[in-house]
């Protein structure tokens, strides 16, 4: 029988679906945009005993009248045995503005608004696109992409479909505060706190990842004790994210730049969970390769 994985590509207009899209197309997936929701359990058995391993699918609020059946139709997928990863993309109200006004484009729900006799400016097409898809995005994986370049995008949309499906997928996030708190955080830890780096002139343009900085920050006793306390928070508290039937847990650490003590406390936690089935590990101010 044919090992069908799918992925579903879904979230806020505007929020990078086709940057993730193309991505997987160029992986080797045979990739269909706005499909209905009706036409997904009987597009899936269609390809289920043909040639085709990989399909991505991209469905958004363009079909407003169905999104709302989404996660049953997720959930009974599942139940059959279907492999699927759904990715949730959003970003905060700026960025999708900011897009927007540069694409030149007209919100998906401006059409439907219109017909009813109702003019909606962007900022409330937004509004209303989040609510229709907020019980998704509350049971599914979700990027804010915010600031992020379309390499970074692509990087980790490549990372978390390649991992394979654990009864939880933990993704250790860095931040920077000075950029605003992401919004796809599941648990966040602030350690700005922690010595900074930032104040030695030789530190200053390297990363967390770097062993000078990493070996300055291990210095400090404050430093492991931070670690030491977030490591057991999550130990203590996971095994009931897992009883909640969740399939994702983002735990998001932010310092003033999201370049060194940010960095290095998921680095940190990334190596002390290894014996997890599976984490990723995401630095959202740094680049990555896209």
């Not at 130990?235 to 009931?240: A, C, F, T, V, Y």
């Not at 730049?257 to 190596?271: K, P």
């Amino acid at each position: 029988m044919n090992s069908l994985r799918v992925v579903l590509i879904t979230g806020i207009s505007g929020s990078g679906k086709s940057v993730a899209l193309r991505l997987l197309e160029d992986s080797g997936y045979t990739c269909v945009d706005n499909l209905p929701v009706r036409f997904l359990s009987e597009f899936i058995a269609s390809v289920r005993d043909s040639t085709v391993k990989l399909v991505a699918v991209a469905i958004d609020a363009r079909s407003p009248d169905e999104i709302d059946e989404l996660p049953g139709v997720i959930t009974a997928l599942r139940a059959m045995g279907t492999s699927l990863r759904v990715v949730f993309l959003e970003a905060d109200d700026e960025t999708l503005i900011a897009r927007y006004s540069e694409s030149r484009r007209r919100h998906p729900l401006s059409d439907r608004i219109a017909a009813e006799g109702i003019t909606a400016s962007l900022e409330q097409c937004i509004a209303m696109e989040r609510e229709l898809l907020e019980d998704l995005r509350n049971q599914e994986h979700v990027i804010d992409t915010s600031g992020l370049s379309p390499g970074q995008l692509r990087a980790w949309v490549r990372d978390l479909v390649q991992a394979d499906r654990t009864p939880l997928l933990i993704t250790f996030e860095s931040f920077a505060f000075k950029q605003g708190v992401p919004r796809d955080a599941d648990l966040m830890f602030d350690v700005r706190c922690l010595p900074n780096p930032h104040y030695d002139k030789d530190l200053r343009p390297l990363t967390g990842r770097d062993k000078p900085v990493a070996d300055w920050l291990a210095s400090f006793d404050e430093c492991g004790q931070m670690i030491d306390d977030i490591e057991t928070f999550i130990r203590k508290w996971l095994p009931h994210y897992t009883e909640d039937t969740r399939s994702y847990l983002t735990v998001a650490i932010g310092c003033t730049g999201g370049q060194h003590r940010s960095v290095y406390v998921v680095e940190s936690l990334a190596r002390r969970f290894e014996g997890h089935e599976h984490t990723l590990v995401r630095h959202r101010n740094q680049v990555e390769v896209g």
